[in-house]
């Protein structure tokens, strides 16, 4: 009689006690039987075997408190299946930010209305207007930050270098340390004032092959910018091909994932307004022209550049098929 409707069994000790007796009824072979303990030849730990079980469940339509399973994981990676899906959940930032407001687990949305298209579309830059101003200091954080310095230069900006925050994934930055990579801005803060601060990251492609990396990079920056003594007007967050824009992009997921901490630091780090611009691989002149000046609205996060042209992306929401075809 359990068998009627469609359900869902887990198997909650060792072994394949409950799979076996569903799998003897040929009726109910399709039955599907989660397993919560791996086997003892497997490949994996008991953590992720319990991620693997919990994404399972969620994926069929349980409503999981990812917030408190995560709850020692502060603002680390998150291992749920099939991204994009439930964008919100695929990253808890959660208390890594300090002044970070914490939101009632939402319900999941309904599984007809998960899936989604990206579409980029030009947008009129015509009426543009300077982003940045003489007399107001930038500071880039990047690897080989020289071609930006001279663009911002030729504007008649000044601009100062300043290392990427980034160690070996298991290296811990405290606030401490984070403050003592960025001694050497508030040195010059001592000797010089400006009449605004803004902040340029461009992770490029040495943090490009690690996502945990970039994600921390870009997370120490605004854990300082929000001890900072002098605030930040600005972040820019720069990437080089990082979606795909135009049919010939080759994209590259790990820096595109960088659009969802924009996203929350753009709230969290308020009044300072945040955006990320994605430029094309080759770097452009004509397109790091363009970070000069003020792009799109801004209410407008994530923006591209391709040949000197704006691009700014939609979700257009797309509804699972209800029958697949075999």
Known sequence: QLLVQPTLFIECGPGNTLSTFIQGH??????????????????????????????????????????????????????LPDYPFEQTYYYRYGAALSGYRQYPNPLRRPQDEWLQRVLWRMHDTSLREAFYAPGELIIII?????????????????????????????????????????????????????????????????????LTQSLSGLYRVARWCMHSTTPLASLTVLTHGAFRVQEEDNPEPTLAALSGAVNVFAQELHPTEVRLIDIDAQSSDENLNLLTQRLAPKQETVMAL???????????????LAHLPP
């Not at 079980?53 to 990676?77: P, S």
């Not at 990047?142 to 298991?170: C, Y």
């Not at 042209?309 to 509804?319: A, D, G, N, S």
């Open 142 to 210: 990047s690897a080989d930050g020289d071609k930006l310095q001279q663009t911002l230069m030729s504007s008649g900006v000044d601009s100062i270098t300043m290392p990427l925050p980034i160690s070996s994934e298991d290296d811990v930055w405290d606030n401490d340390r984070i403050l003592t990579h960025f001694h050497d801005i508030c040195a010059l803060l001592a000797h010089k004032t400006y009449r605004q601060l803004h902040c340029l990251y461009a992770p490029g492609a040495e943090a490009g092959s690690s």
């Open 26 to 79: 040929n009726q109910y072979s399709d039955q599907p039987t989660l397993l919560t303990l791996r086997k003892a030849n497997a490949a994996i730990d008991d953590e992720h075997m319990l991620h693997r079980t919990l994404a399972a469940l969620w994926v069929r339509g349980e409503n999981i408190d990812w917030r408190r399973f995560n709850q020692t994981a502060l603002g680390k990676h998150i291992p």
């Open 306 to 320: 391709r040949q000197g042209m704006l691009y700014l992306r939609r979700f257009i929401p797309t509804r699972l």
